[in-house]
């Protein structure tokens, strides 16, 4: 069965942190994604990926930064955390018919 | 560059009622069409896509959508609905040719009731 996996469902962070989301895909896909779910907004692309140590800002990447160093792993990083990144994050894969699939998302909320 | 317009953000309906979520988009280029749904608590999945050919596509759980070109529009349709249909659903549309680089609208939430 295909699977993302994000690392954690629900986070809490400080302000001004540095955080770390992590996910993991099982179906050697070489395209990843990061996205940002907010009511009423849809999804919004932060980042994606179509190839080891390669990256390409979405919509809205200001604030955020990715790691690929593997095939299998894309990591979205906020720099320092502020209020308005509280949010729910998805991580998604795919190959070439344009299907992606995500993981369960990972709700975060910065105080 | 292009655009999703989900004109419903809530459609309340009743259970074995039908349903219709409109979806238009906007864009220069040729393009692939789909529908995801995401329930409580999970990430989305895949109900249905459009690449090429027939324009009445028909996805899983009993929902299908028509490519309408001149109108622009891939709306949603099922013809009896469940409460376990309850969720959002969001349309999505990529450019041809622009790689996987899809463009969401800002969801539907369908809630069925009893």
């Known amino acids: 069965d295909v699977k993302v996996t994000q690392s954690s469902r629900y986070l809490v962070k400080r302000t001004g942190e540095k955080v770390f989301l992590e996910c993991v895909q099982d179906?050697?896909?070489?395209?990843m994604f990061w996205y940002r779910q907010d009511p009423g907004l849809g999804l919004r692309l932060i980042y994606f990926s179509y190839d080891v140590k390669m990256k390409e800002k979405g919509d809205i990447p200001e604030g955020y930064s990715v790691s690929r160093e593997k095939k299998e792993r894309f990591s979205l990083i906020l720099e320092s955390a502020s209020t308005n990144q509280t949010s729910m994050y998805l991580c998604a894969s795919s190959r070439d018919t344009f299907e992606a699939f995500f993981g369960q998302g990972t709700r975060l909320t910065v105080v | 560059a292009q655009s999703v317009t989900q004109l419903d953000s809530q459609v309340p309906v009743f259970e074995e009622a039908p349903v219709e979520l409109r979806c238009n988009y906007s864009?220069?280029?040729?393009?692939?069409l789909f529908w995801y749904v995401q329930y409580p608590n999970q990430g989305l999945q895949l109900l249905l896509k459009y690449l090429s050919g027939s324009t009445l596509v028909k996805g899983i759980n009993g929902f299908e959508a028509e490519f309408n070109k001149s109108q622009t529009s891939f709306h949603l349709r099922k013809p009896s609905v469940h409460i376990s249909d309850t969720a959002e659903y969001f349309c999505a549309v990529s450019d041809v040719g622009a790689g996987n680089m899809l463009t969401f609208g800002g969801g539907t939430r369908l809630m069925v009731k009893p």
């Open positions: 179906m050697d896909h070489e395209n």
């Open positions: 864009s220069s280029v040729s393009v692939y």
